[in-house]
């Protein structure tokens, strides 16, 4: 009897082991498939949806360029999606549903212009080296990417919790888990009044969705999958913002990131520098604003600048473009209505003065209609 009762035992400690190696195998096997999704919804999607601004400008055929517009897009829709349905107190999941709709439309519709633009010649050319000179912008570019990968790795590896995490990752967490919106206390979890304040700059529900499309957790999402993003992101803002300034020097550009590289590595002055924000902040909506957002801009209207310069024809495509990072702005911050609304304003009085080109003001004004609206909600609620 003794000796049933110890090969019973053993069967069933054999058979536990063998249920957890399954489980551990499963849970192994999700998290794969998680990470995949937020490569797609990170990366893949938002390149897929930039084809729709390839006509914007010579370098919008750039990986980079498409990456960037494709996600200014999908961050503007968010945030016009968004609000009104905090502020209606609609269930989060009603807005899943309502902005995987916008962004299937928007493939469709980068899909369809593929196709027709697919025969046509590409938008730029590549200039030609000497040997000397690809050797040297080669090793350039081999130290650019080492140094991008220790701060990657350091952002993943040495993160940490601050204070604002206590509000902001905790907001994505309870969306995530209640399906509500700004109506619960982030710090005990107990229901309040609507915060329309911080509803109007939702970037947490942002995180909060990418974390129910990969079924990854929320805290995972914003500490790990959220800073290789989007600072990926800001390094491709400033290769396009290098192509521009050393159009004729090409072989400058990879000079020109290291520098803003270790501009980045030794910039954690203050708690409060864009640097500091940009590595061990990046969840947070206002380093995407002050990495991202407001870098962006001034890449547009660099470029719109150039146009009206040379007296190029500008597409409808740039103005949508410029227009859905003037919205993407809003969702990132409250202040970042006020911010871009001043540099675009800024902006727009030096190209009608100094090209008597007064007529730019209406669609620039109307890029600035989305900050407009946020701004007096704020002041409202």
């Not at 489980?23 to 990470?35: R, S």
């Not at 697919?118 to 730029?124: Q, S, T, V």
């Not at 800024?346 to 407009?372: E, N, Q, Y």
């Amino acid at each position: 009897m003794r000796t049933v009762c110890i090969k019973i035992e053993s069967f069933c400690l054999e058979s536990k082991g063998c249920f957890d190696a399954q489980g551990m195998e499963k849970k192994m096997l999700m998290t794969v498939i998680g990470i995949l999704i937020l490569c797609i919804w990170l990366f893949v999607i938002p390149i897929w949806v930039g084809e729709l601004f390839v006509g914007a400008d010579r370098l919008a055929g750039r990986l980079p360029f498409r990456l960037i517009n494709g996600q200014l897009c999908l961050w503007g829709g968010f945030q016009l999606l968004c609000v009104p349905l905090v502020l209606a107190q609609k269930d989060y999941r009603f807005l899943v549903r309502l902005f995987l709709a916008y962004t299937v439309v928007l493939l469709l519709g980068a899909t369809v212009l593929f196709l027709r633009r697919r025969k046509r010649p590409a938008l730029y050319v590549v200039r030609e080296h000497s040997f000397k000179e690809r050797k040297v912008e080669t090793a350039a570019w081999i130290l650019f990417w080492v140094l991008l990968l220790f701060q990657l790795v350091q952002a993943v590896v040495m993160t940490y919790a601050d204070g604002d995490d206590a509000y902001y990752v905790a907001v994505s967490s309870i969306t995530e888990n209640a399906g509500t919106m700004y109506r619960k206390l982030p710090y005990t979890g107990g229901t309040t009044e609507l915060d329309a304040r911080h509803g109007l700059a939702p970037f947490p529900i942002w995180i909060a969705f990418l974390a129910s499309m990969s079924g990854i957790r929320t805290v995972s999402v914003a500490h790990v999958a959220v800073p290789v993003a989007l600072i990926a992101m800001t390094y491709g803002i400033f290769y396009l913002i290098g192509e521009k300034l050393f159009a004729k020097r090409r072989e400058c550009v990879p000079v020109f990131l290291i520098f803003t590289q270790l501009l980045v590595l030794f910039g954690d002055t203050s708690f409060y520098t864009v640097e500091n924000f940009m590595i061990a902040r990046s969840r947070q909506g206002k380093a995407a604003l002050g990495s991202i957002i407001i870098p962006a801009l001034f890449l547009l209207l660099l470029l719109l600048l150039e146009k009206i310069q040379e007296k190029e024809k500008i597409p409808p495509g740039f103005w949508v473009l410029l227009g859905a990072a003037m919205t993407a702005a809003c969702l990132c911050s409250t202040m970042g209505a006020l911010l871009v609304c001043m540099l675009m304003g800024i902006t727009g009085i030096c190209a009608a003065v100094c090209f008597r080109k007064w007529s730019v003001l209406l669609p620039m004004g109307c890029c600035c209609i989305p900050c407009v609206g946020f701004a007096v909600l704020y002041l409202l609620l």
